[in-house]
């Protein structure tokens, strides 16, 4: 994946955080955007990419919501480095094991944060809350939706819809 | 996720590289949060402020964007269910009710302000109501993002609050964008008092959405459905804000209770808050406001 196309989908997923952030309707689409972007430059194969983009997600990340900078980019860092290998060495495919795959990540991703937050702040450990499931169900319905759009074979369907509506 | 015959370049890709980078970004981020947690004032501070002000012209123009597209969507849904009753009228007023969904959600926004105005009057030193932008909850942190910052006289430590209660404090200032902690956050206090008996004791947030009030003796007399405001010992938030409810209370480990109470406020809702002034405390200390973070 270029450096280009990737800066488009970090751009993308900061866009999204903030649209159903700023939105009344945030708590019913808790996706983590950045999550998805690392896992898209993962699913590649690019393990210096999926790390990068995984450390600058997760900065950008912490920059707006974070009391810590570092911590999400750490988190993410692990996870795109995760991902990148489970997507070249384990043979699995479809949205329903992308999606496991996503929600699973996310709450990797919390886990990580909520232990780097205790050990540096002092803060009490909160993992695996109703808000953290509710965010990693989110993430991967998302991220298996992505998947079965990308798999989807739209020409042939649309060649179908053509003929369909000629006769 | 694709099989690795799928893509024929990834024999070229190096995982060793891979793992390198690797560990170079988690050094990296190590450094930069150890730095932070030993110092907590100076580069980490300045940063977070840096990063708020050049991201806040993408902040804003997307929050009022988001505000709008949600707003049509939500008028949208309301007059969804009223169209089967006048579909052909409708169909007639459509240019007329195009305008008037944009007016609705201005109306709206003007009248949240109103409520908020009014509401505001019984509160200590109100500077003026700001807009939510983002709120994040994760892992224990509850903080939002505001669209007000330096420029409009936000101070770090700043109380944020609702016409129903007290919110949290500015914890990180940009020129025009600026983060608070809220109450809910697992690592925020505040100085509250049971407002029937004057008890005094420390509230906190859980993490998950609801609040403990710390310190009340075993042999206080709080009780389920009590008051809880702010009692203004703390020197960041002012006196008599309303906290919360008492929700229950049980018998602790040791020789306090254990007091968990419901905000008053509703975080859920948020959509623009009311900006009170710093204490006198919080103004000189700038340690007090940065202890909010820890």
């Keep these: 994946m270029k450096v280009r196309r990737i800066a488009l989908l970090l751009a993308a997923a900061a866009v999204l955080e903030f649209f159903v952030g700023g939105s009344p309707h945030r708590r019913l689409l808790p996706v983590d955007w950045f999550l998805l972007a690392t896992a898209t430059v993962a699913r590649s194969g690019n393990f210096v990419r999926a790390v990068l983009t995984g450390a600058a997600g997760g900065f950008l990340e912490d920059a707006l919501s974070q009391p810590l900078l570092g911590v999400n980019a750490f988190a993410k860092a692990v996870i795109g480095y995760a991902l990148t290998i489970v997507s070249v060495r384990v043979v699995f495919g479809g949205a329903l ?71 | 996720m694709r099989p690795p015959n799928a893509h024929p370049e990834i024999a070229t890709l190096n995982p060793r590289r891979g793992g390198a980078v690797l560990v170079t970004v988690l050094v990296g981020c190590v450094l930069i949060l150890s730095a932070q947690a030993r110092a907590r004032s100076g580069r980490g501070t300045v940063l977070q402020a840096w990063i708020l002000t050049v ?65 505001g009057s019984a509160m200590p030193g109100v500077v003026g109501s700001v807009p939510v932008l983002l709120l994040e909850h994760r892992s224990g942190v509850h903080s939002i993002l505001i669209g007000a910052g330096a420029s409009e006289g936000v101070l770090p430590g700043s109380p944020l609050a609702v016409p129903g209660g007290l919110v949290g404090r500015v914890v990180a200032v940009g020129r025009s964008v600026s983060r608070a902690q809220l109450l809910l956050d697992a690592s925020a206090a505040a100085g509250a008092r049971i407002a029937r008996t004057g008890e005094l004791g420390v509230i906190r947030g859980d993490g998950r959405g609801a609040l403990v009030l710390n310190n009340i003796a ?28 008492v929700e229950s209370v049980a018998r602790g480990s040791k020789l306090f209770l254990e007091v968990r109470v419901a905000p008053s406020a509703d975080f859920a809702r948020l959509t623009d808050v009311l900006l009170l002034t710093p204490s006198p405390a919080a103004k000189e200390s700038p340690e007090v406001s940065r202890s909010a973070v820890r």
């Design chain 2, 218 to 245: 075993t042999t206080s007399s709080v009780a389920r459905g009590d008051s809880i405001e702010s009692a203004g010992i703390d020197g960041i938030y002012p006196r008599g804000v309303p906290i919360g409810r």
């Design chain 1, 97 to 167: 094991a992308v999606g496991a795959a996503l929600a699973a990540a996310s709450l990797a991703n919390e886990a990580i944060v909520a232990v780097l937050g205790a050990l540096l702040l002092q803060s009490p450990v909160v993992v695996f809350s109703r808000d953290a499931l509710w965010r990693a169900a989110a993430t991967g319905v998302a991220g298996g939706a992505l998947e079965a759009a990308w798999n989807f074979p739209w020409s042939e369907w649309w060649k179908r819809h053509r003929l369909r509506r000629l006769r």
């Design chain 2, 55 to 119: 991201s806040a012209p993408l902040t804003h123009g997307v929050s009022s964007i988001s505000r709008v597209v949600w707003d049509t969507v939500d008028s949208a849904a309301d007059l969804l269910t009223a169209r089967s009753e006048n579909e052909r009228l409708r169909r007639d007023l459509d240019t007329r009710e195009r305008e008037l969904f944009r007016l609705r959600a201005e109306m709206r926004q003007i009248s949240e302000e109103r409520r908020l105005a009014l509401g």
